[in-house]
Nanobody
Framework: QVQLVESGGGLVQPGGSLRLSCAASGFSFSDVAMSWVRRAPGKDLEWVASITDSGGRSVHVDAVKGRFTISRDNAKNTLYLQMNNLKPEDTALYFC?????????????WGQGTQVTVSS
């Protein structure tokens, strides 16, 4: 069965960095586009970034462009999100999800999430 296990979250000061990881199993990881999504307190799930199955192309929501970078290592079945220059508004529960920017929601498959808190 599909398993997506996120890690790497934590408490960081504004301007700091974190690297999230998502270990995938139970499916052919290298054949599937992947995404990161997040849920801020009191808000709906928000798409953050997606990457193609090969890793050759990626897209990011405007709010994180230039600060976050999605990547993947298909040999390790792992998805990453490098987050730099973090802001308080980035505070959220971050999930990795199967699917690209237009399909992740309908696929309905994401992990338990990892909490990112940006605060001084």
């Amino acid at each position: 069965q599909v398993q997506l296990v996120e890690s790497g979250g934590g408490l960081v000061q504004p301007g700091g960095s974190l690297r999230l990881s998502c270990a995938a199993s139970g499916f052919s990881f290298s054949d599937v586009a992947m995404s990161w999504v997040r849920r801020a307190p009191g808000k709906d799930l928000e798409w953050v970034a997606s990457i193609t199955d090969s890793g050759g192309r990626s897209v990011h929501v405007d709010a994180v462009k230039g600060r976050f970078t999605i990547s993947r290592d298909n040999a390790k079945n792992t998805l990453y999100l490098q987050m730099n220059n973090l802001k308080p508004e980035d505070t959220a529960l971050y999930f990795c999800a199967m699917g690209g920017s237009t399909t992740w929601k309908s696929r309905g498959s994401w992990g338990q999430g990892t909490q990112v808190t940006v605060s001084s």
